[in-house]
């Protein structure tokens, strides 16, 4: 059993703001910082901390050598990373408030230009029953889950940023959603309470297992195994830029790595807790001994 993470990689260039900025307002940031982002890549991060391997699918620019290299430091297989000399890496402006809350502007770039003859060329070296991790940050998601689906592989969809083109994929081909609660009530167009819109969820793709995460709330898993909740793990927060794809990435491999539905959520909110607590989106996920608290034994 194998897994890809067909994803982005970005560029991400962060100002530290007080507040977000307003229409029509200029204000001043108190410090930029460059570095690795993407859901893509931190996704696969996550994944390879946590112990478990992990191919990247994606195209990054010249500009954006370092990420493959920043992957690979991770542990992360970059053998299916392509390089584009034609445009430039994707990339993302970030705000990140006083608060440690953030919002972000995306720039698909290279991640936009991924083809379906490099797709069909990736997925021959992937067959049944191995795994399938997506994000809505590359184009042609649904010709990548189409021929997933006729392999017979698990896939897996973070349907984040949350548009209109995720409705462009046959969602009835998915077997686990990993969403947030404003994913989720754009996903079946239905603005209710936490758990009216996770059994509305259910009801659309009852094939399904879903996980949602509620932030200051936890989260909450409903599939074949029944109805789970988790509790978000007490942190001081500083940035949350990364959380989702820590917690989603540190899920996955627990679910892979045989851990019934609780373990698993516990590991990744443990996990997603500690990535909150720092700055920066790849570099704060942690590896799993420190998740675990054994770094030092």
């Known amino acids: 059993m194998k897994i890809l993470n067909f994803g982005s990689l970005n560029i991400d260039y962060v100002y530290e703001v007080e507040h977000f900025a307003r229409k029509g307002e200029t204000i001043s940031s108190s410090n930029l910082r460059v570095s690795s982002g993407g859901k893509g ?13 992990v191919c990247h699918a994606g195209i990054i620019g010249m500009d954006g050598i370092f990420l493959k290299e920043i992957l690979e ?23 990140n408030d006083r608060y440690g809350d953030n919002c972000i502007i995306l720039y698909g770039g290279a991640n936009q230009t991924i083809t379906r003859e490099y797709i069909d060329q990736i997925l021959d070296n992937f067959s049944e029953n191995d795994w399938l991790l997506l994000q809505n940050e590359i184009n042609e998601l649904p010709y990548i889950v189409e021929s997933a689906h006729k392999k017979g592989m698990h896939i897996v969809l973070n349907p984040s940023p949350m548009d209109d083109k995720i409705f462009d994929i046959n969602l009835n081909h998915i077997h686990c959603f990993i969403l947030n609660e404003m994913e989720a009530q754009n996903l079946v167009n239905y603005k209710e309470n936490d758990m009216e819109v996770l059994k509305k969820v259910q009801e659309t793709f009852p094939h399904a297992e879903i996980v949602l995460t509620l932030g200051e709330k936890g989260a909450v898993y409903q599939g074949k195994k029944g109805c789970i909740s988790q509790e978000k793990y ?9 959380a989702g ?3 989603t990435g540190y899920y996955l491999s627990g679910i892979l790595k045989g851990l019934d539905v609780k ?7 443990k996990a997603a807790a500690i990535a909150v607590s720092r700055k920066g989106a790849a570099v704060s996920i942690p590896e799993m001994e420190e998740v675990t608290g054994k770094r030092n034994e």
């Not at 890549?41 to 391997?53: C, D, K, T």
């Open 41 to 53: 890549l931190n996704q696969s991060i996550a994944l390879s901390r946590a112990g478990v391997p």
């Open 234 to 242: 007490a942190a001081t927060v500083v940035d949350t830029t990364a």
């Open 73 to 95: 430091e991770a542990g992360v297989d970059t053998k299916y990373l392509a390089v584009s000399d034609q445009i430039r890496t994707g990339n993302a402006i970030i705000q």
């Open 245 to 247: 794809d820590t917690f």
């Open 263 to 269: 373990q698993a959520m516990q590991t990744a909110a």
